[in-house]
Each structure stands twice: as C-alpha cells, then as structure tokens.
C-alpha cells in the first residue's frame, strides 16, 4: 500500500466500490448497467494519489525523481500486467474459437505496448457494443490510458518544480483549462466516434486531472464546507449513475461528469462518525480496495476465455468466476505483487526495477509475436486460394443421399427402402426448385440484414415479394455469442427456425455468422439447413458476407479476412454434400467494388447501402420466381429497369441519413445513433 494511502483507508474502500461496479457489470448483474463508470472513478483516484505522491516528495526532497516515480510504477504494474498477458495469450489459443486467436494475438501485442486503448478505438464502436466477441484483453485499454498518463504527467510535474514558484497553483492552473478542453473533445466526439471518445487519453484525461486538481488544492478544498454531506451527495452520483447507465447511453461525453464529480466529493469528504468515508474504511472494503488491480486484471480474461470455450454463461456461472477471480487475485496480491513491490534490492536501485520492468514488457511482446509469425506460417501452409461463388450458383442436377437423424450434424444414409425416400426427396427438392409466383419469403439474418430494421425506410427496395423481417444483432448460427444491440440475448438462427412453418413460406434468406472452432464452421451450417428442411423450406438462399479487413471480428490477421473463412467453409460444404436446397448470393463481390456503401467498418451499411442489399436480395429472389409482379402493389419495374450505378438514394427519393435507429430490450425503446460511432 502506497504511503499516500496509509492514512487514507477510505481511498482503498473506494476502490473496492470501483472494481465490485466493473465485476458486477461484467457479470451481467441486473441493475447494474452503467457499473463500467467504476473505471471513471479509478481514473479519478489514480489522479488524486499519483499527484499526492509527487507532491509529498516534492516537499520531502525538494525535487521530484523521474527515475524513482517510473521504478515505483514498474514494480507495481508490470509484474502482473505481463503475466495476464502472456497466461490470456497461451490459453487463449486453446480454449477460443480458432478463427478469434489472430485478433488476440494482435491484442496482446498492443497491451504489452500499453496502446491496447489505440487499437480499440480504432476497431471501435465504443464498450460492449455487442457488435463482436468482446476481446478476453479489452480490459487493457484502461491501463494503457492511465500508462500513457503516467509517461507525461510526472515530466510536466518536474518541470513546474524546475520552473520555480507554487508547484500547487501550477498544477491548478495547467489542469482547469485542459480538463476543460479534453472535457469539451469528449462532449464533442462521442457522438461522432464513440469508441475514440470512450477509449483514448485526450478525452478521458480531464477524468485523471480532476484528481490531480483535487491533490494540488489540499488543505484549500479540505476547508470547503459541508464536505461529509457532499461525499453522502458523491456515493448517491456514482450508485445512480450505475444503475441508470447502460452500454447505450451517450458515454462519456458530458454524463461522465456525474461520476467523476461524484468521485471527487468522495474524495474530498470528511471523516467522522457517520460519514461515508468511515463506512468505506472498513476493513472487507480495505482489503478488496488493497486487491483491486489484480482483481481488475484478473476477472475478464477469466470471463471471456470460459464464454469462448462453453458459451455465453448465466448470472450464477459468472459470478462464481468473478468470485474466483477474487480469490486468484488475493493469492496474486500476496505471492507476487507485493513480494516485487516492497523487493529490498529492487526498491533500492531504480535501474533494476526500470530494467526488470522492461524485461517484463520484452517477455510479453515476444510471446506475442512469436505466436503471430506462428499463425501467419501455418495459413500459409494452409490456406490456398479462395474462389468466390457465383451470385447465383447451386448444384441443380445433385442430390442429397443423406439427411441428419438424431442430432445435429449426424447423417443416416438410406438403407431398405431408401430408393423410394431418395425419390421422393428428389421430387420434393424439384418442385422447390421451380419458378414461385409472388414469393413468401423469410429474412432471417443478424446484424448486417437486420440493417432493414435500422432504416426502414430502406425496406422500398424490397420489392415484389411478401416477406418477414427477423433479423438482430450477433445472431448466430447455433450457438449464442453476445448480447445483441437491442439489449438483449439473441435467439440463434437455428432456435428461430423452431418458430416458423417452412409450407408458409416459398424462400428462406438466411445471412448469419458463427460462434464456434473454425473447423466447426461446417457442422454448423449442415446442421441449420438440416432444420430448416426438418421446418419445410425446400428454397433456401444463403448470402455470404462482405470479406472485410477493418471489421473488428475474429478470423482477421491482417493478411486474411474476416469472413473468408465461413464463406469458403459454406461453398466447399455445399459442394461436398451435395446441398441441391442451397443457393449461395455472392454479397461479398457483388459489393466489393463499392466501399461507399459501408460504414467504417466496412461490413456493415449505410442508408445507401442497405438499399443496394435490399436490391440485390430483390434481383436474387426474382431469379426463382416466375412472375415477381403479380402484385398490383409493388414497383416491380424498379427491380430491374434501374440502370447499374444508379444512386439509389435518388431512385426512391430518399434523403441520407447516417443516423440509424433500433429498439432497446424488452422495453422496446428506440434508440438511434450515427454510423460514425461504430469506426
């Protein structure tokens, strides 16, 4: 325990409240949708001690030791940031999805560079947006914020020592105008690009500054009155800002105010018998307070490496991990940190503890890019050329000899009796195949189709068909994967199966992802087609995906795309099982040639580009359909009298939007924001 907290134990208490917010939240608590704002206090509190720190030597030895500050440091964080890394790196490529190790890897690296909130909001698309498996690492984002503070701070501090005068009103005086500024970027660019907002320093530093306000002011802010009814006012900011908040509020921006004002007067209040700061010092809230880090560090990757080798957990299952976690880090605390921290040798020579700090982050940074040559060498050897399908190819002269029994992906060939079943099937799979009149068609897909449902007014060029719209966010093949944008835990594309009558409908669209090992990309797929056949679909047009290299997804290294995988593993098994029920719609280059209809992400589209899709699904689906407009109330000559390159946007006299809206959870509560924010 740091000497600036020895006589501050409520400090430790509200640490504690900090992680038990971040671990509640991650758990999935009810309630306890904004506890991300625990990262906001600790970004206040590390502010206030690391200042309090600096200014203690400052008055001690009347100059601060850049060397001493950075050994401190070293000790303190790198053993266990380094080891997290690497142990999440090493179990990370057993347990995950095969398709999802490049992007650790790439993850790790960045997190041994203390820059992992650079790669993130690059990815972006703000915290657990749902749009892609969370990263067992993203956690790191917040501690390369407070590293990258803690490079520059210390060298303003000896340079206001070196310059002379009140090193107090110099830290006021340099912290008041540029909080504001990074207060006003915040305000300013969350809304246009939430994930810079949320993860970068220059809109998060006025949160650490707050802190280092509050040191510089000390005795001044102790004599402001009312202080232990302000710090009451505090835990009430931060306990309502936990419960009101949730990944969709506009974060942080100016409501991130609410908790770091609130952290503040915790800060500042008093201590006597009834105030809150007393409550904090009590010794269960000590002693989680002394384990924060560790447990912050510990929590996630124990969190995220479980859901990717089970599957998304309920409640009772994480928090019996986050209660692990919280043992693992008592252990932690006691057999490493500490024993590295408080090193006679070490503490005694800051060479040794910068040297063995940078030892650490060489270690870590090794083992990450020895595992990415790893995974580039075995692609090579791998991966041959992929080709793309036609947009409207299928095997029309195969059949199947083979349908799924007893399970998913089993197969039981025809045995005495067969023939006639073979027959039968083939018949049936014939009818389907000819020309529909006026089609009932399903749409049953995840985000990218669910894009319809984001614009509506895109739906116009759906046209000639009657049709359901069922399509969410992170809905998957067969297996769950996240919660989906509307708040919700998706059904898979195979539960939603379960709800419809295939005879209801002429053709099923079906444009989903995967969440499982890349090698079971294929029984995945058998297994929904087989259960939309069970359900009576006998047309099924399967549309691939836009092989994008910025999408933040698993199964992108930098050389490979992120949907490379699934769309070469659906073509092949379409091939291989002879799937005569299955047409593949070639999305990806019917689409590659106009990036403009893409947001940032490059996978999913704009106003513009939804239309497009919606074209280009109207154009597939007349191909199996005799007359598409039998229909008095379709336009059924925009289908195909628009010319190639028309803007589509003019076409349907539409206006551009990059505004986007759904609806939140159960209470069904639109919610819009701008395509910028998923850069």
């Given at each position: 325990m740091s000497s600036a907290t020895k006589t501050r134990k409520d400090i430790e208490g509200m640490r504690a409240l900090a992680v038990g917010l971040v671990l509640l939240f991650h758990a999935g608590v009810p309630m306890v949708g904004g506890g991300y704002i625990g990262v906001d206090m600790f970004f206040v509190v590390s502010g206030y001690i690391i200042t309090s720190m600096m200014l203690r030597e400052q008055d001690e030895n009347g100059k601060l030791s850049l060397a001493n500050f950075w050994a401190r440091r070293a000790r303190r964080i790198l053993p266990l940031s380094s080891i997290v890394v690497v142990a999440t790196l090493l179990l990370g490529m057993r347990l995950l999805d095969d398709a999802r190790v490049p992007s650790l890897i790439n993850d790790s690296i960045f997190a041994s560079l203390f820059s992992a909130n650079i790669l993130f909001a690059w990815r972006g698309g703000g915290y657990l947006t749902g749009l892609a498996p969370e990263s067992p690492l993203l956690h790191f984002w917040s501690l390369a914020v407070e590293e990258q503070f803690y490079i520059f701070w210390p060298l303003l501090f000896a340079y206001l020592v070196k310059k002379g005068g009140d090193v107090r009103k110099g830290i006021v005086r340099f912290a008041v105008p540029v909080a504001i500024l990074s207060l006003v970027a915040s305000i300013l660019i969350t809304p246009i690009n939430k994930g810079a907002a949320y993860y970068m320093l220059p809109t998060r530093l006025w949160e650490l500054l707050a802190g280092c306000a509050l040191a510089a002011c000390g005795a001044g802010a102790a004599r402001l009155p009312l202080r232990a009814t302000g710090a009451w006012l505090g835990l009430g900011m931060l306990l309502w800002s936990a419960i009101t908040f949730d990944t969709d509020t506009l974060f942080p921006s100016y409501l991130a105010l609410i908790p770091v004002a609130g952290t503040v007067l915790l800060l500042n209040g008093k201590d006597h018998p009834f105030s809150v700061n007393r409550m904090l010092s009590c010794k269960p809230l000590v002693r989680l307070g002394a384990i924060s880090y560790a447990t912050y560090l510990l929590h996630w990757p124990m969190l995220k490496l479980w859901e990717g080798k089970y599957g998304e957990q309920n409640l009772s299952s994480n928090l019996i991990i986050v209660a692990s976690s919280v043992a693992l880090a008592a252990l932690s605390y006691r057999i490493l940190e500490n024993p590295v921290r408080f090193n006679g040798k070490l503490v005694a020579s800051h060479r040794k503890s910068i040297a063995l700090g940078g030892v650490l982050v060489a270690v870590s940074l090794t083992v990450g890019l020895g595992a990415s040559r790893g995974i580039m060498k075995a692609e090579t050897l791998s991966f041959g050329p992929e080709k793309a399908a036609d947009v409207t190819s299928h095997n029309d002269a195969k059949t199947r000899t083979a349908e799924p029994v007893h399970g998913e992906g089993s197969t039981k060939t025809a045995g005495p009796g067969g023939d006639l079943e073979r027959t039968k099937r083939h018949?049936?799979?014939?009818?389907?195949?000819?020309?529909?009149?006026?089609?009932?068609?399903?749409?049953?897909?995840?985000?990218?189709?669910?894009?319809?449902?984001?614009?509506?007014?895109?739906?116009?060029?759906?046209?000639?068909?009657?049709y359901t719209l069922d399509a969410e966010s992170c809905r998957r093949l067969s297996k769950k994967s996240c919660k989906g944008r509307e708040g919700r835990v998706p059904s898979t594309v195979k539960e939603a199966l379960r709800g419809y009558d295939g005879q209801n409908y002429d053709i099923l669209v079906i444009m989903a992802g995967y969440h499982t090992t890349v090698k079971d990309i294929k029984n995945e797929f058998k297994s929904v087609i087989s259960a939309a056949e069970n359900s009576g679909f006998r047309k099924i047009l399967w549309v691939n995906y836009r092989e994008s290299l910025k999408f933040p997804l698993t199964g992108s290294n930098g050389t490979k795309s992120a949907y490379s995988t699934i769309n070469a593993a659906v073509n092949e098994t379409i091939a291989q099982e002879n799937i005569d029920t299955v047409t593949v719609l070639d999305w990806n280059s019917y689409s590659k040639p106009f990036p403009h209809w893409f947001i940032p992400d490059d996978l999913h589209t704009t106003l513009n580009g939804t239309l497009e899709l919606n074209r280009f699904l109207s154009l597939n689906i007349r191909q199996h359909s005799e007359d598409l407009c039998a229909s008095t109330t379709t336009r059924c000559d925009a289908i195909s009298a628009i010319a190639p390159g028309t803007r589509l946007l003019e076409f349907y006299k539409l206006r551009d939007t990059d505004v986007h809206c759904y609806e939140k959870g159960k209470t069904r509560e639109k919610s819009c924001e701008r395509d910028k924010a998923l850069k």
């Open positions: 018949e049936n799979h014939q009818k389907a195949r000819s020309l529909i009149k006026n089609p009932r068609v399903l749409l049953l897909g995840d985000s990218v189709l669910a894009s319809s449902r984001w614009y509506p007014q895109s739906q116009v060029a759906l046209e000639g068909f009657t």
